[in-house]
């Protein structure tokens, strides 16, 4: 009986020693909570196994990021109403576990963080017509996260992001969206083929003033042949006439063979008959010619 006794001991003593102690696991904070004699303790622990006494506790904090989602209902400036899934990420401030603990408790989100989030939600999308939500989603979040920022400040709460995660609108809105998706596409071709056709209107201009240029080289170029020709010719004409004396034709026209000399005296003036056609046969004698003939005779008699 003695032996089950103390066997009975053992055991209990065992059990109340397991029972009386807390772990921290790594990305936590652990604070000692001594409700008998000092209360919270300012000390924060870090990861691994703290005994304690069984009336005493450890309050266990995570200090990770930790991402929430909430659904929130939205007027936009038009008074149309939209479904928003909006998640925050958010952790405590390592250094100030304490006093987050002293101030709000483990249920900080629930009690703080949600009714400041969901407002700002609410209060930056009725500032956006609804059907340009979707498309300045991040827009949106980015004024809410600032907001929210903004609120929690001295809370001892560190705001990483905000997002919208999704966005369901009314049908009106969609088809809103859905037409307002159609002109824009319009519009993009519209602009494209104004573009294309400002192409082809340089391309246009780019061939007219390349053949233009080509016209003109062309042009100058033959009339620069035509001034050298003008010029060669000129100089030609020039260089014969300087070498055209009388003595030089003179002499040409004794050198030919079918040349036929008549000898008048120097003051005689009748024309001379040189070469005539001898094909045609013999031509008349010029009267004047018979008149200087009788003349000579008469003169040598």
Known sequence: MRRCTI???????????TGCG?????????????PLTEGLTTETLKSGFYWRA????????DIRLQSYTEMVDALSSDDLL??????????????????LAQEIGPDFYPRVVRPELLAAVRSVVSNYPMVSVPEKSAEIASKVQAVVVEKLKGRHLEVHSVALADIELAKIVLEAVERKQ??????????????????????ARRRA????????IRSEGEAEGLKIRALGQAK???TITKTLTAEYLRY???????????????NLRVPILINPDQDRGAKAVPESLMHADQELMGRGR
């Not at 807390?22 to 001594?34: D, E, F, I, K, S």
């Not at 159609?182 to 391309?203: H, N, S």
């Not at 003033?209 to 003109?216: F, I, M, N, P, T």
């Not at 040409?252 to 120097?266: E, G, H, I, Q």
């Open 236 to 238: 030609a004409q020039e």
């Open 209 to 216: 003033r390349g053949e233009g240029d080509a016209v003109r």
């Open 252 to 266: 040409k026209l004794y050198d030919s063979p079918n040349a036929k000399m008549v000898l008048l005296p120097d």
């Open 22 to 34: 807390n772990t921290v696991q790594p990305g936590q904070r652990g604070l000692r909570w001594y």
């Open 7 to 17: 066997l009975f001991v053992i055991i209990m003593s065992v059990s109340s020693l």
């Open 82 to 99: 939209g479904k928003l899934k909006t998640a925050i990420i958010m952790r405590p401030i390592v250094e100030e576990v304490y006093f």
């Open 54 to 61: 069984p009336w005493n506790d450890i309050f266990v904090y």
């Open 182 to 203: 159609a002109k824009e596409q319009e519009k993009e071709q519209k602009e494209f083929e104004l573009v294309i056709a400002e192409k082809d209107a340089e391309i």
